[in-house]
């Protein structure tokens, strides 16, 4: 199952679930066929590298996971430890990038801010990383390698302000499904995956929308969307409408 979602730039708010047999990369190069001249956010996963047009941001809070995963238990206060000292780099920019959410920055603002603040911060942690010798098959190893391996992606975030630094939103999003897959375990048959996307994609819609998600679907059998429909009746029932915002609202 992949998710797809808007980033944070200002427009109405928007959640895909998509169901494909396996993840090879052209699953996710044909789904993303057309979008080009833009930034994608996303998990470790490779297979979005290189994807046409595409400038790719990797997530920060994933790279931040990977050391504190290291960090020993009751020893996330030793600051001599390099796990501890991996964490508090990344937590740094999270504490920039809350401040500048809490100074409603515009995006050149937010870019601006970032360059000053952040930048030096991530400078001083790729030469940290340099100096790290981890042991040969540690976790802490695998938390270096992978930051190195996606220094550029992890930088990318800095061109623009519209980028997002992490993958949060996206997390969310898939979290109620991956949260229920541990109790029914698999879908029957490929036709049933497909049928759990699409009702995801609806309810995640209309969470992401602030709408009563009962009087949201409700309100999309009663007027029963088809492939007849104008791109304009279709339109009309997306959960940014002004008509579905004034029914649905919560």
Not at 83 to 90: D, H, S, T
Not at 115 to 120: A, D, H, M, S, V
Not at 171 to 181: D, L, S, W
Request: contains cysteine; glycine residues 6%; positive net charge.
């Amino acid at each position: 199952m992949w998710l797809f979602r808007s980033g944070e730039d200002g427009l109405p708010p928007i959640v895909l679930y998509h169901y494909t047999e396996t993840r090879a990369r052209y699953n996710a190069v044909d789904f993303l066929d057309g979008f080009s001249d833009g930034y994608l956010e996303t998990d470790g996963y490779q297979g979005y590298n290189n994807l046409p047009g595409i400038r790719r941001c990797s997530c920060w809070a994933h790279t931040r996971r990977y050391f504190i995963d290291v960090v020993p238990k009751g020893k996330q206060y030793d600051y001599s430890n390099p796990a501890v000292q991996g964490v508090q780099f990344c937590s740094k920019l999270f504490e920039y990038e809350r401040r500048s959410q809490n100074k409603k920055h515009t995006f050149e603002q937010r870019k601006a801010y970032r360059l000053e603040k952040e930048k030096p911060i991530l400078d001083e942690f790729w030469s940290w990383l340099d100096e790290q010798k981890p042991r040969k098959g540690s976790r802490f190893e695998t938390a270096v390698k992978y930051a190195k391996n996606r220094k550029d992606t992890l930088m990318t975030y800095l061109e623009d302000g519209h980028c997002s630094f992490s993958n949060n939103l996206s997390e969310n999003a898939i979290r109620p499904f991956t949260v229920g897959r541990k109790n029914w375990l698999f879908s029957a048959t490929p036709k049933g995956a497909t049928a759990s996307a699409l009702v995801y994609t609806m309810i995640e819609m209309a969470k992401a929308n602030e709408l009563n998600i009962y009087k949201y679907l409700t309100y999309l059998l009663e007027h029963r969307p088809s492939e007849d429909m104008s791109d304009e009746q279709l339109e009309a029932l997306t959960p940014w409408s002004k008509e579905v915002q004034n029914v649905c609202k919560n």
